[in-house]
């Protein structure tokens, strides 16, 4: 086995970057986000996330692979009802409002046949170890596997099969012990081969996705974080561990809002 070498120190997060991400917080994990345990009275349909970016609601659609937005008294309202208890008697205004979300299946009763759901996201990053090793350490038939995967599933599968895909391959694995220097070990390693795998226009998407593969295959799992920015409407993502991001610089990964954590 080879001994793995200790990263120099990572930069850590500036308090003062860190967005409010209008979602309940999740610990610092490599597992999924816990559900919300609290007696709410709405939740999203299933593969429906939100975030708030000041006074703007941005919300990804799995199923549709798309975004889209609620702003001004839409918004205001939306925010309101996400916010009640289940025992909160509705004033007129916001059961007009329950009554147009519903029908667009935008909110659901969190108690209803068909519940609704309330994603959670981690929290913001407090470090970042994106760079480059001297040499690099690269195994072969794992790179393989992996860079097949990850072509199958952005060539030829939707979005929403992208995310099912890295959840199952996160859950088949057992619990161990913390992986944080193997991670940023193989994802150093991975980066030094970039220009050999990437053309400068491959997206964020798959970049990600290949690296939560490659890292999957050596038993290390890997937070796959979804993020969006407004003025102008940008969306991102990149991979984490324990709160350290693996593929992207810490700056660029806090001028977004996360939406969603797989």
Wanted: aromatic share 8%.
């Amino acid at each position: 086995n080879s001994a793995f070498r200790r990263p120099p120190a990572m930069k850590p997060a500036d308090p003062a970057r860190i967005r409010d991400e209008a979602a309940l917080p999740a610990a610092l994990s490599c597992r999924p986000p816990p559900r919300a345990t609290s007696r709410s009275a709405f939740g999203l349909r299933p593969q429906l996330h939100v975030c708030a970016i000041d006074s703007t609601l941005i919300f990804l659609d799995i199923e549709a692979d798309r975004y889209f937005a609620l702003t001004g008294e839409d918004a205001e309202a939306f925010q309101a009802l996400y916010a009640l208890d289940a025992d909160t008697v509705l004033p007129a205004d916001l059961r007009r409002a329950k009554s147009r979300f519903t029908h667009l299946d935008l909110l659901r009763e969190m108690h209803a046949a068909a519940p609704g759901c309330r994603p959670c996201v981690r929290p913001p990053p407090i470090g970042s170890a994106y760079g480059d090793v001297l040499q690099a350490r690269m195994r072969p038939l794992p790179l393989l596997q992996a860079l097949l995967s990850s072509l199958v599933l952005t060539r030829l599968c939707p979005f929403r099969h992208m995310i099912q895909t890295a959840r199952r391959w996160k859950a088949m694995l057992p619990e161990g012990p913390n992986y944080l220097y193997e991670a940023i070990d193989h994802a150093r390693s991975l980066h030094r081969l970039t220009p050999f795998l990437f053309t400068r226009h491959e997206s964020c998407l798959f970049r990600s996705l290949l690296l939560v593969r490659y890292l999957n295959v050596f038993g290390i799992p890997a937070d796959w974080e979804f993020g969006v920015r407004l003025a102008p409407f940008c969306a991102h993502c990149w991979v984490e561990h324990e709160g350290i991001v693996l593929n992207d610089h810490q700056d660029t990964v806090l001028s977004y809002t996360k939406i969603l954590s797989v």
